[in-house]
């Protein structure tokens, strides 16, 4: 156990572990290979604070310098993930997936520290109906799911994101307040924030097309377009 940590590097050295148990936008991301890295880069991009962690020092090396933090450590132990202090972050993502068994146990271990949201990789359909009966609460099948499209839903406000090209994206999102109340064709929507309602959806109703005389209720999801940038922004406003 004296051993199980061999690395904890700060960024830049001018952030503290304790710094993330004083904010709600922290993850830890356990596996670091191409969904992992994946993901936990865009969640920092996002300025998310990002514990990655694997059992490869050669993974953990190429992201230390990216990270908030990161750590080669063995999550299949309860007491490395209590060291780590994992049971205080928000969220965690395994995004081991060849090792089956590691994925079970680690998946297993952070239901048992109470981490509120867990994401979790699943290499097939079987593997996925494991994670989904222990009570993992987001099973990823990578197929479907790439590292970036999860980050912007572990963020929060996005029910969907699809990236069209590298900088055009279609987001599913819970309307934002600045949206709702008047028709769209006399709101600001498109002229302030660069981007398009093109559907909505009222609770317990279907999908229709948004038209310039829609108008967006509180609680209403409504899907918008544009660059992505400008996309990751309105979703994001409350």
Not at 1 to 21: C, D, Q, V, Y
Not at 80 to 101: C, K, M, R, W
Not at 116 to 137: D, F, T
């Amino acid at each position: 156990m004296g051993n199980f940590l061999h690395s904890l590097r700060r960024r830049r050295g001018k952030r503290r572990l304790a710094e993330i148990e004083t904010s709600d936008q922290r993850v830890a991301v356990i596996g670091l290979g191409r969904f992992g890295s994946s993901l936990a880069h865009e969640l920092t991009r996002r300025g998310w604070d990002v514990l990655g962690i694997d059992t490869s020092a050669q993974l953990v090396q190429k992201v230390s310098d990216v990270l908030t933090h990161s750590a080669v450590a063995d999550c299949t132990d309860p007491e490395v993930l209590e060291q780590l202090g994992v049971h205080d972050f928000t969220s965690a993502v395994v995004g081991i997936g060849t090792d089956i068994e590691a994925s079970i146990l680690i998946a297993s271990n952070l239901l048992e520290a109470g981490v509120p949201n867990i994401w979790a990789k699943a290499i097939s359909r079987q593997h996925g109906q494991i994670l989904e009966r222990l009570g993992v609460h987001h099973v990823v099948l990578p197929e479907h799911d790439m590292g970036e499209r999860v980050a912007h839903l572990v963020t929060g406000r996005m029910l969907d994101f699809i990236q069209f090209d590298d900088d055009y994206a279609l987001v599913k999102t819970v309307a934002p307040e600045i949206a709702t109340g008047v028709p769209l064709g006399e709101s600001a929507v498109r002229s302030t924030y660069g981007v398009t309602v093109v559907g909505i959806k009222r609770p317990g109703q279907d999908f229709t097309h948004a038209t310039a005389e829609t108008v967006i209720e509180k609680g209403d999801v409504i899907i918008v377009t544009g660059k992505t940038s400008a996309v990751e922004s309105f979703a994001e406003l409350s």
